[in-house]
């Protein structure tokens, strides 16, 4: 467990000082400065009351977790994912998943706020980049009248593995970010390939 993990744990507990920090984990004050710093700056930790001492000296202050962000660093999703789209056939058909899905998708795509600004090459590029930073290595290849997404790291591999229609949210990603129809073209060998064809 890192130092910013141990932080994040006692501060789950209750609020803390930097000193309480500090002697609980056996480190020097700074070294947990640091850390607190960049917690709050990312948001995860917040400023909380100042507390006042008997004792001479500045008063110390609280830290807390922010709301909204006691599951991060979490590892639950991953598996919670996987059961859940284990559990979706018992309750929808096929049909109903492959909406679902699709759905879902859009939606993370509307969540990011593209634009049909510019060229569609352009487009394309800014999704990539958007798939890419959560963990895929997707390159855009050119043909004739499509443009097609390859990628060779799928980051949804597992989910995929258990319901393909997964690769219908990533084409509805596209669909949504770049405003032109995306289909779902992958190949499910002991290898996954994603292919992602976008009409010009």
Known sequence: MTT???????????????????????LARNAISVQIDRLTADAIVLKGEIRQSESAGKPAREYIIAPGTEDQGSSAYQPFVESLLKTLPGHLDQKQRKLLLENV??????????????????????????????????????????????????????????????????????????GAKTKADCHYGEKLVCRYVISK
């Open 105 to 178: 998708g859009r939606n993370m795509a509307k969540d990011v706020g593209f634009s049909n600004e510019g060229k569609l090459k352009q487009r394309i590029e800014k999704a990539i980049a958007v798939v890419n930073h959560l963990g895929a290595t997707a390159e855009l290849e050119e043909e004739k009248s499509n443009i097609v997404v390859k990628n060779i790291s799928c980051p949804l591999a597992s989910a995929v593995r258990s319901e393909p229609c997964v690769c219908d949210a990533v084409a509805a990603f596209f669909t949504e970010a770049t």
């Open 4 to 26: 910013k993990d141990k932080i994040l744990k006692l501060l789950r507990e209750q609020p803390r000082t930097i000193t309480e920090l500090a002697e609980h984990l056996n």
